[in-house]
T-cell receptor
Framework: DVKVTQSSRYLVKRTGEKVFLECVQD?????MFWYRQDPGLGLRLIYF???????EKGDIPEGYSVSREKKERFSLILESASTNQTSMYLC???????????FGAGTRLSVL | QKEVEQDPGPLSVPEGAIVSLNCTYS??????FMWYRQYSRKGPELLMY????GNKEDGRFTAQVDKSSKYISLFIRDSQPSDSATYLC???????????FGKGNQVVVIP
């Protein structure tokens, strides 16, 4: 079974803090993704990566950056957290042209 | 026009009923179609995957794709309270790394 592991289920941070969200997959997938999910807005793509050290902006990259130094690990960074970044963050990975994505359990981030 | 339209519901049904969910889309290049199930405060899990048009059945679940109408459906037979969740449709075109998602449809199965 594909396993995508997100480092934290719940996080509480202060405005202005630097926040790291970590994601690890164990299936040697090429592609990895970061989404945020908000009520009424659905899943929105923040960034994705199709290879080590490669990244592409999604639909809402502002205020976020990413890092992929190893194939299995994809990190989302909030340089200076703001209250409007309070959300559920989901990591996913996929392989192949079908792009079937497998998700982690999610990190619920609250920025106070 | 949004790429993928999905009625958010919520949809409440009695236990044992058939649940019918659907999505419409505008991009004729989509070839890969998925349904995900998401329980409250959890990540989406892949439920069904279909390539191109046709039907696929897995236990109580049936996925249908009608590419001519740009319409996909998910049917849940003999629904159970454990089927209470949000169901998201997703689709992609060949060679495209991105998935287009519907906003999700909340289903409540009442015992």
């Amino acid at each position: 079974d594909v396993k995508v592991t997100q480092s934290s289920r719940y996080l509480v941070k202060r405005t202005g803090e630097k926040v790291f969200l970590e994601c690890v997959q164990d299936m040697d997938h090429e592609n990895m993704f970061w989404y945020r999910q908000d009520p009424g807005l659905g899943l929105r793509l923040i960034y994705f990566s199709y290879d080590v050290k490669m990244k592409e902006k999604g639909d809402i990259p502002e205020g976020y950056s990413v890092s992929r130094e190893k194939k299995e690990r994809f990190s989302l960074i909030l340089e200076s957290a703001s209250t409007n970044q309070t959300s559920m963050y989901l990591c996913a990975s996929s392989l192949g042209q079908e792009n079937i994505q497998y998700f982690g359990a999610g990190t619920r981030l609250s920025v106070l | 026009q949004k790429e993928v339209e999905q009625d958010p519901g919520p949809l409440s049904v009695p236990e044992g009923a058939i649940v019918s969910l659907n999505c419409t889309y505008s991009n004729s290049a989509f070839q890969y179609f998925m349904w995900y199930r998401q329980y409250s405060r959890k990540g989406p899990e892949l439920l069904m995957y279909t390539y191109s048009s046709g039907n696929k059945e897995d236990g109580r679940f049936t996925a249908q794709v009608d590419k001519s109408s740009k319409y996909i459906s998910l049917f849940i037979r003999d629904s159970q309270p454990s089927d209470s969740a949000t169901y998201l449709c997703a689709m992609s075109a060949r060679g495209n790394n991105r998935l287009a998602f519907g906003k999700g449809n909340q289903v409540v199965v009442i015992p």
